[in-house]
């Protein structure tokens, strides 16, 4: 999502769809940079909580899962 909404303009210049048009587009790209970085957070503490990961899995997967979510934020943000 980083990639397309840096270089969206030439995106639309080529012809190539890749934003919605408008106000959506801002929306759609928080949305986009955002859900999915939230929902990798259950996914990955899946084999800590299932017992195939250790308590350092668990909190390395927690911090950089949370370090990716903060950055996904950041990009909605702006």
Do not use: N
């Not at 990639?3 to 928080?30: S, T």
């Not at 299932?50 to 702006?78: E, I, N």
Request: aromatic letters at 12%; charged letters at 15%.
């Amino acid at each position: 999502m980083a990639i397309a909404w840096m270089y969206r303009e030439d995106y639309e210049r080529a012809g190539y769809p890749v934003l919605p048009r408008g106000k959506r587009r801002i929306r759609f790209m928080a949305w986009q940079s955002t859900l999915p970085a939230l929902a990798l957070i259950p996914v990955s503490l899946v084999p800590g909580l299932t017992g195939l990961a250790g308590p350092v899995y668990m909190a390395g997967a927690l911090l950089l899962d949370s370090h990716f979510y903060y950055c996904g934020a950041q990009l909605a943000k702006r």
